[in-house]
């Protein structure tokens, strides 16, 4: 007789493009096998891409972060059509829609005007380049769910980071559980 072992799996946001959908500026996606054939393997994903869902088509003209880095526009690259209202009214449409979905983290695409979480380039008005930003959706994620996990994809291929990741992420699935079963100072 073999015993088996049962879990629930934990619910992750993650960028669409990560999970191998074609939704990227381009028509592609940066499919992470890692995140789908390893670690979703314990997952639920629930797949997010900020720029489809606020309306822009696949393919579309490239977006990039444009102004302060602390509060940047959302500007399409070469005609320079200001996408920033568009963006952020998605996002106070989509935050209450993630509240539902208990997540216990999310992967963020690197590098992404929506997505990224460190390092993203942004734009001052002589277009001199720094690469201190934050995407617009990655950055209200952040304020709306401070406890949640996050992390950057390409942050994953480190080791210890993806380890520290998934170990804070399981956590998170743990402690929602015990609140929910013995929310007493002995549970």
Aim: glycine residues 6%; aromatic residues 10%; hydrophobic residues 35%.
């Amino acid at each position: 007789m073999t015993d088996s072992v049962t879990f629930d799996p934990v619910t992750i946001g993650v960028s669409s493009c990560l999970l191998g959908n074609r939704v990227r500026y381009d028509g592609n996606h940066s499919h992470d096998h890692y995140l789908t054939d390893t670690f979703g393997l314990f997952c639920r994903f629930v797949s997010v891409c900020p720029e489809m869902e606020s309306g822009m088509p696949v393919p579309r003209e490239p977006i990039q972060l444009r102004g302060d880095f602390q509060n940047p526009d959302l500007v399409t690259r070469e005609t320079e059509i200001d996408k920033t209202l568009q963006m952020k009214d998605w996002i106070k449409t989509k935050i209450p829609v993630l509240e539902q979905e208990d997540l216990c983290g999310f992967v963020f695409k690197s590098k992404s005007p929506s997505c990224g979480l460190y390092r993203v380039k942004v734009f001052d008005d002589n277009k001199k380049m720094q690469k201190n930003g934050t995407g617009l959706f990655a950055r209200a994620f952040i304020e709306n769910f401070p406890d949640i996990p996050v992390e950057e994809s390409s942050r994953l291929n480190d080791p210890k980071l993806r380890e520290h990741f998934i170990e804070r992420v399981f956590f998170m699935q743990q402690w929602r559980r015990l609140l929910k079963t013995d929310n007493t100072l002995g549970g």
